[in-house]
């Protein structure tokens, strides 16, 4: 659309665009960061106008303050191909002029402004309001008598000869046209000449191929005087007249490029363009300030892409002066613009956003069920059976070795099953631990589990130590179990013992064996002697209590002291931990001498025992033993107290 040199078609094109895709918006940029093919925004309020243009729109007048004029561009028939004819104006045209300036460089200012309205037309195809043009510039602007344009071989091309045919005229001409000249003014036969030399640009090669140089012709514009005061008067009505054939075009570039050539020649201190309804349509005084990407691109003649956090992504791409772009362009800048395009990014941020949300949820959610599925998995598989060993343990730490396995252990499990499995089977073998217990003596599980531990060394050798060896035999058992069933006879002889192992610990001893109807027990410390009788005595009475009336049950016992041999006695795969010597075997002779409900004591007893308050020892015949050479001297103790007991009973 732009090579086509159609602003308006660029502008439609544009605003297309925009409607097609709502989120983008497109603008555009001169080669100075200004704004170009912007739509119009809604006329202002009058009362937000200044007062001069406010003026000059109602009255369509031209009014002047100081130095400051408006101008009303009117609307002439001419324009009414593109402006509503019933509309009187086109817009005003502020001008506030440097006329200092505009007086001392009349000349040179004079040639810039008319060269480059020239310009302008010719860039716009309209050739044909040249003379048109040329004439109403005379017409309205005395000081100027004559504008004519030749081509490179001198002939008159467009508007009026300021001189007829003649040697010096025919010089300045050929003299403008070589290589390198600049403008000028000279005076020839009485007439003071600007003439402005026109380089064959790029642009117009298409139009002036007979050219045949670097030049494709000359503008001479031809002076009068000036009266005092007259080169502001004389400035305006150029612009004037300038602008208005400018803008029969219907091209708004070339509007504002002939105001920015105006503008840069410093002989304007304002120079603003406003249309029919108070728009400002172009200030060429004004420095623009683009965005910041825009420049840059400008700047650097790259694309630019920039981010403005999570609402908009802008890119900014230069339009590069192609060569086929320079018709209208020229070739003296290496950009023509810049394009803006910013899209806006809400949306996809917020669907963005929202997909993250979305996936956090459910993330989340993800890691709650898996975390819910591995608890219960866990607390299956690994807390209950581990809660289920801890209490098992606590119990068994209590000594309550008859609680409930873990259930669901097996050795083939994992690890939590196998822990489980060895639980068990610690649990049963603290079982069967216990159980045997009962069938040895407290010497016996403790030398065991001392080995156990490493802290006793279990050998067969045994030790010496001093000890009291307790015997009772249960009297008229014989002739008891001659005339009772078995089962019953073993009732009342576990009743019997039952009653006897009692006594036996709560006087501190340790039953070292049942042998049928016979106890041994065994008491170690130094006052071994004095709780073995007291034992002795009392076991009396206790089998007494635990017999039933028709029984004829009763105890002998016999109670020796000293020095013994303590250890395991057997084999290596079956061991009895006992005592044995001569101690023993006098025990146990005592007893088998001892009368029913007799305690009979040796000598060592009776002289280790002290004093007891409620025993009395009563010396009797010394008694040949078995396996003893000589009578030993034997001892008979009873209790007082049970002794009153059983006769008040």
């Known amino acids: 659309a732009m090579i086509g040199g159609n602003g308006i078609l660029v502008s439609e094109l544009i605003q297309s665009a925009q409607r097609a895709i709502p ?5 555009v940029f001169d080669t100075k960061g200004a704004p170009v093919f912007e739509p119009r925004g809604p006329a202002p309020a009058p009362n937000t106008l200044p007062a001069a243009v406010r003026a000059t729109l109602a009255d369509a007048t031209r009014t002047a303050a100081g130095e400051l004029i408006h101008r009303p561009v009117l609307n002439e028939p001419r324009c009414h ?33 008319l060269t480059d309205a020239f310009e302008q037309v010719m860039t716009a195809k309209k050739t044909e309001l040249l003379d ?9 602007v005395p000081s100027i008598r004559d504008v004519a344009v030749y081509d490179s071989s001198g002939s008159l091309t467009f508007g009026s000869s300021p001189s007829g045919p003649s040697e010096p005229w025919t010089a300045v001409l050929e003299s403008a046209m070589k290589p390198g000249i600049k403008p000028h003014t000279v005076e020839i036969e009485g007439m003071k000449l600007r003439i402005v030399p026109m380089p064959l640009e790029k642009r117009c090669i298409a ?64 120079l603003r363009l406003y249309d029919a309804e108070g728009r400002l349509y172009y200030d060429a005084i004004a420095v623009p300030t683009p965005p910041q990407a825009v420049a840059a691109a400008l700047a650097t003649q790259r694309g630019m892409v920039s981010h403005d956090g999570n609402n908009s992504l802008t890119v900014v791409v230069p339009l590069l002066n192609e060569p086929r772009c320079q018709t209208c362009h020229g070739d003296d800048q290496p950009v023509r613009g810049a394009i803006e395009i910013r899209a806006s990014t809400d949306r996809a941020a917020r669907a963005r956003q929202e997909a993250v949300s979305n996936a956090v949820r459910f993330g989340i959610l993800t890691v709650l069920i898996v975390f819910v599925l591995l608890w219960f998995a866990l607390k299956r598989i690994v807390v209950d059976p581990v809660k289920r060993i801890g209490e098992l343990a606590d119990e068994i730490g209590q000594g309550n070795l008859t609680a409930t396995e873990v259930r669901d252990a097996g050795p083939s499990g994992d690890e939590v099953a196998r822990l489980g499995t060895r639980m068990n089977e610690m649990v049963r073998g603290l079982r069967a631990k216990l159980h045997l217990e009962k069938f040895v003596s407290k010497g016996t599980a403790e030398a065991a589990r001392g080995a156990a531990s490493g802290n006793i060394a279990f050998t067969r050798e045994g030790v010496r130590t001093t000890c009291t060896v307790l015997f009772t035999d249960i009297r008229g058992f014989t002739a008891f179990s001659e005339h009772v069933e078995p089962e019953k006879v073993v009732g009342m002889l576990n009743r019997m013992l039952e009653a006897q192992a009692a006594v036996v610990e709560k006087f501190g001893g340790d039953i070292d064996k049942f042998v049928g109807d016979e106890l041994m027990a065994v008491f170690h410390g130094d006052d071994g002697p004095s709780r073995a009788v007291q034992c002795a005595v009392e076991m009396i009475y206790a089998v007494e209590k635990a017999r039933d009336g028709e029984e004829a049950i009763a105890v002998g016992a016999g109670i020796a002291y000293g020095d013994v041999v303590y250890g395991a006695i057997g084999s290596e795969q079956r061991m009895d931990f006992t005592v044995i010597g001569d101690v023993v075997n006098t025990g146990a002779r005592l007893c088998s001498r001892a009368a029913a409900s007799e305690v009979l004591v040796s000598a060592p007893v009776f002289e280790n025992v002290g004093t007891l308050e409620d025993i009395l020892f009563e010396r009797v015949e010394p008694l040949l033993l078995k396996g003893k050479s000589e009578p030993l001297d034997t001892y008979r103790a009873a209790s007082t107290r049970m002794s009153q007991q059983r006769g008040n009973s």
């Open 23 to 27: 989120n983008v918006s497109i603008h």
């Open 81 to 113: 191909e593109c402006h509503d004819a019933k509309a009187a104006l086109r817009g005003v045209l502020a001008i506030e002029l440097d006329a200092t300036r505009a007086e001392q460089h009349r000349d040179e200012i004079l040639g810039v402004v």
């Open 132 to 140: 048109g043009y040329f004439a109403e510039l005379k017409e309205r």
């Open 207 to 270: 139009c002036h191929e007979e050219a045949g140089g670097p030049v494709r012709g000359a503008l001479v514009v031809s002076l009068a005087p000036l009266v005092a005061g007259g080169a502001s008067a004389e400035l305006e009505g150029v612009i004037d007249t300038s602008l208005r054939t400018i803008m029969m075009s219907a091209l708004g570039r070339l509007v504002t490029r002939y105001l920015a050539t105006v503008s840069d020649t410093k002989a304007t201190r304002q």
